[in-house]
């Protein structure tokens, strides 16, 4: 059996429609999909029940990714699992440098890092936003929650990078060693290149080495901030080593002095103050 699953409410309430051109350019490879709304789905039924010549069809971005993830993650599946191009971010598509609308995704599910949070452990696909990248999700999803559907990450970034953003000091400890951060903007654990729907917080690190990177950017007013800031989204940030920390790990604790939001592939975790990221 070949099932498609999907969510109408992604891509800012465009999920139906998505589904219907994935249906329509899959119609030839893929004989008799059978549709699965995934907010009507029992998961873990559902894989349990999955048989070895199964194939699954998830349409959606980061996001209804991380979530499928960390259904399937640790199960024996032999199921042959894809991803197919939607939503609003795919950082995930954008660092394996997808070429197609559809990826098998069996081997980058194979081997992922997680994530503790007051106690609560999840795994992610692209990277931890802690600080301004935090708070720009939280807005996002006030926004979402008022049906305002566009959303420019960017401009709600400037904005609070010049406004109310209030830079943390931060303890940050990689495989042990103490690192000491004075007025941080953000605090990322990555284990692709890409958050933020392209932002390259992390130009140089691999999803196969076994580390992760950690990257801060610290010690810096707002308008320098402002100035590298805008060079993210092709990696150029990290040249500035006076205000941009790159460190590889397999683990990585960061502490703030206050709560701040955080997000995990574009999910919103709200007034955390620590986070620990394994691999």
């Not at 098998?104 to 999840?122: M, S």
């Not at 500035?240 to 920390?245: A, E, L, M, R, T």
């Not at 502490?255 to 701040?260: A, G, L, N, R, Y």
């Amino acid at each position: 059996m070949n099932y498609l699953l999907y969510n109408p409410l992604s891509n800012n309430g465009l999920g139906e429609q998505i589904k219907e051109e994935a249906l329509e350019k899959l119609k030839n490879n893929f004989n008799e999909l059978s549709e699965i709304n995934v907010l009507e789905l029992d998961s873990e039924k559902f894989i349990e029940e999955l048989k070895n010549e199964d194939k699954v069809i998830l349409v959606g971005g980061d996001g209804t990714l991380n979530h499928f993830a960390n259904e399937v993650y640790g199960k024996n599946l032999d199921s042959e699992l894809y991803l197919y191009r939607a939503g609003t971010g795919n950082d995930f598509l954008r660092d394996i440098d997808a070429k197609e609308d559809l990826v098998l995704l069996n081997d980058y599910l194979k081997k992922l890092p997680k994530v503790t949070i007051n106690g609560k452990t999840t795994y992610y696909i692209n990277g931890i936003g802690y600080g301004i990248d935090g708070m720009v999700c939280e807005i996002a999803e006030e926004m979402k929650a008022k049906g305002i559907k566009k959303i420019n990450y960017t401009s709600i970034s400037i904005k609070l990078l010049l406004g109310k953003y209030k830079c943390p000091n931060a303890t940050v400890f990689v495989d042990g060693v103490e690192h000491k951060y004075k007025k941080v903007w953000f605090a990322s654990a990555m284990f692709g290149k890409y958050y933020g729907g392209g932002m390259m917080v992390a130009p140089n690190q691999n999803r196969w080495n076994d580390k992760l990177s950690f990257v801060t950017m610290h010690k810096s007013g707002k308008l320098k901030t402002l100035m590298v800031f805008s060079s993210i989204f092709k990696g150029g940030h990290v040249k500035h080593k006076k205000i941009c920390d790159v460190i590889e790990g397999r683990r990585i604790e960061v502490q703030f002095d206050k709560p701040m939001a955080l997000q995990i592939d574009g999910e919103v975790v709200h007034d955390v103050t620590s986070y620990v990221a394994e691999i």
